[in-house]
């Protein structure tokens, strides 16, 4: 049973169009993230999540915003796809108690 | 200066050895992640730290918090421990920051 379940794995799009990535998790945490992994395989924080509150990392494009349906899942919502987005997205939870973080397997975007 | 910095941040070692890997941090932190990432990209959660040592199996993570430091061991290595291996803090304002992260190559 996945933990943190990401959809979809592969996303190929054209420059321009609107695309949504899913992010559910069934481990009630109260944290939830997004990532982009860059050209030298470093992941960078998006957004976090708690509790209704959105924290933004301030280099993020406009284009780019999360969407929170429910506790369980965090969508990342991309407007007007550039070729600069190519990358890997990771959603990842995580508790405000001491456990371990999660991560999903993540999703491949390429914009061409 | 990164606020997280890993060291060593390629590291090569023969089947066996025992690893150890740093991470240094200057901002306050809530907790401590070591992330293992393979090459096919897939993170997987090892550890998350708030104070003194867990341990898994052949790895050991420890955390100084006065000394702003955690260490990851990895005992008895073996050449699927080869994957980058990444520090990760939680600044308590839902930020995780990331270090650059330690490409861990174990030769058979």
């Known amino acids: 049973d996945t933990a943190v379940s990401q959809t979809p794995k592969y996303l190929v799009t054209q420059m321009g169009n609107d695309k949504s990535i899913k992010c559910e998790q069934n481990?009630?945490?109260?944290?939830m993230y997004w990532y982009k992994q860059d050209s030298k395989k470093f992941l960078k924080i998006m957004f976090s999540?708690?509790?209704?509150?959105?924290?933004i990392n301030e280099t993020v494009p406009n284009r780019f915003s999360p969407k929170s349906p429910d506790k369980a899942h965090l969508n990342l919502h991309i407007n007007s796809l550039e070729l600069g987005d190519s990358a890997v997205y990771f959603c990842?939870?995580?508790?405000?108690?001491?456990?371990?973080?999660?991560f999903g397997q993540g999703t491949r975007l390429t914009v061409v | 200066k990164n606020e997280v910095e890993q060291s060593p941040q390629n590291l090569t070692a023969q089947e066996g050895e025992f690893i150890t890997i740093n991470c240094s941090y200057s901002?306050?932190?809530?907790?401590l992640h070591w992330l293992q990432q393979h090459p096919g990209g897939g993170i997987v959660s090892l550890f998350m730290?708030?104070?003194?040592?867990k341990k898994h199996g052949r790895l050991i993570a420890t955390i100084n918090i006065q000394e702003k430091h955690s260490s990851l061991h990895i005992t008895a290595s073996h050449p699927r421990d080869s994957a980058v291996y990444i520090c990760?803090?939680?600044?308590?304002?839902?930020?995780?920051?990331w270090g650059a992260g330690t490409k861990l190559i174990i030769k058979p």
């Open positions: 990842a939870t995580g508790s405000s108690a001491d456990t371990e973080a999660f």
């Open positions: 481990l009630g945490h109260d944290t």
């Open positions: 999540y708690n509790n209704k509150e959105l924290i």
């Open positions: 901002v306050g932190i809530s907790a």
């Open positions: 730290l708030s104070s003194g040592k």
């Open positions: 990760a803090v939680d600044n308590s304002n839902y930020q995780l920051i």
